[in-house]
Every structure is written in structure tokens, then in C-alpha cells.
């Protein structure tokens, strides 16, 4: 990803860690066999950040859909009672509400039964979003992006212009989760990857239990 008309690279790199906290916690699940979300953001954004020289963490977003209290009680209170303690440590939060729609399961009686299936609508799209205006507006040198979304991929190709066209230097990064039973190794294209092995995850457990 170098280029010789771009700017020098700065002395301490300024770092902006952008959370998919539901695609995240799906990755840790498939990797580590947690049954919830029990990452640190703030951990692994500090974590990550120091996996290179030369680099300062200044600012964590965090971007999630949230279950209707009606349809998931569990889930509700679950991510209602981490994402209320983040604000209060300087994590930008962005919350989306799930939209459920009505899905046919197979019974193994041989009927079909239907039930509610809650899907993020929106919140890539602002991930997305925000990574690009404060790209523009010249807020980060380093986006640390904990995702394997590739919805992203524009996000990050709207980057590339963005740092030929204002002439800044700008770094992409993807972090996730790795382990032998990961079904996707691979990180968000155009980015450099920064794998999360079991070592480095569970020195970032939150040691608070969310759970209602």
C-alpha cells in the first residue's frame, strides 16, 4: 500500500479503533467457543493498537444492534447493560434497533414452525460512513477496523481516494479473531490484518458478567 507521493508517515500515529460489536462477537464465538459477548473494546482496541511501534489510541467507536426487549429479553438487557458503562470510559457508541422478520424452520416432525429472526439493518452503513468523514476530515492516521464485514469494502476504497486526493496518510487496518476452527481466515480487502489468537483475546475478557 505504499506510495512514494503520499505523505510521510507521522512519528506517533494517531489511532481510531471502529467496532462491529455483533460481527466481532459471532468471529469469537466460532473461534473460541464463548457463548457471549465477553470482549473489553477498550482492551482490545489498546491491545491491537500495540501490536506496532509508534502509535497512540485516541478514540474507540463501537457500533451495534440491540434486540427489542419483546422478542429477546436476554440479548436486550445483555447488550442495555455493556453498552451503558462504555459512553461513561469516552467510547463513541451507535446503537441500531434489530429488525425481525418471520422465518420457516424445519421441525424434525416433518412440519415447519415460524419464527422471528433479528437482523442489523443500518449499522454497517454508519460504520462505514464514519469511517470516511473522519478520514476526510483528517481525525486518525491508523483505522483499526474489528470487522471481516466486507459491506466495507467501499468504505475502504472511498479511503484510498480520499488519501490521494487530500494527500494524507492514512493506514487501514482489520482485526479479528483466528483459530483452526474459523470458517473465514481472511480479513476486509486492502487492509493489513491483525489476527486476534486465544492468547491475545482472553488477556481482553471483561471480567464484568452482563448477563440479567
Known sequence: ??????????????????????????SAKECFD?????????KLAE???????????????????????????????????K????????????????????VPISMESGGTRVIK??????????????L???????EYDVALIFSQDTDLEEAVNEIYDIRQEFKLWLWLECAFPISSTAK???????????TIDKSLYDCCIDPRDYRP
Open 1 to 26: 500500500m505504499a506510495d512514494l507521493n503520499l505523505p510521510q508517515k507521522p512519528s506517533i500515529a494517531r489511532v481510531h479503533a471502529f467496532f462491529d460489536g455483533q460481527n466481532l462477537y459471532h
Open 34 to 42: 464463548y457463548p457471549f459477548p465477553n470482549y473489553d473494546p477498550i
Open 47 to 81: 491491545a491491537v493498537t500495540s501490536l506496532a511501534p509508534g502509535r497512540r489510541l485516541e478514540k474507540i467507536h463501537f457500533y451495534t444492534g440491540v434486540h427489542d426487549i419483546r422478542h429477546d429479553p436476554f440479548w436486550h438487557a445483555f447488550w442495555s447493560n
Open 83 to 102: 453498552l451503558a458503562l462504555l459512553p461513561t470510559k469516552g467510547v463513541n457508541v451507535v446503537t441500531r434497533k434489530l429488525k425481525y422478520s418471520d
Open 117 to 130: 429472526i433479528g437482523r442489523e439493518k443500518g449499522i454497517d452503513l454508519r460504520l462505514g460512513l464514519d
Open 132 to 138: 470516511v468523514r473522519l478520514a476526510r476530515k483528517g
Open 184 to 194: 473465514n481466515p481472511r480479513g476486509i480487502s486492502r487492509t493489513q490484518w491483525r
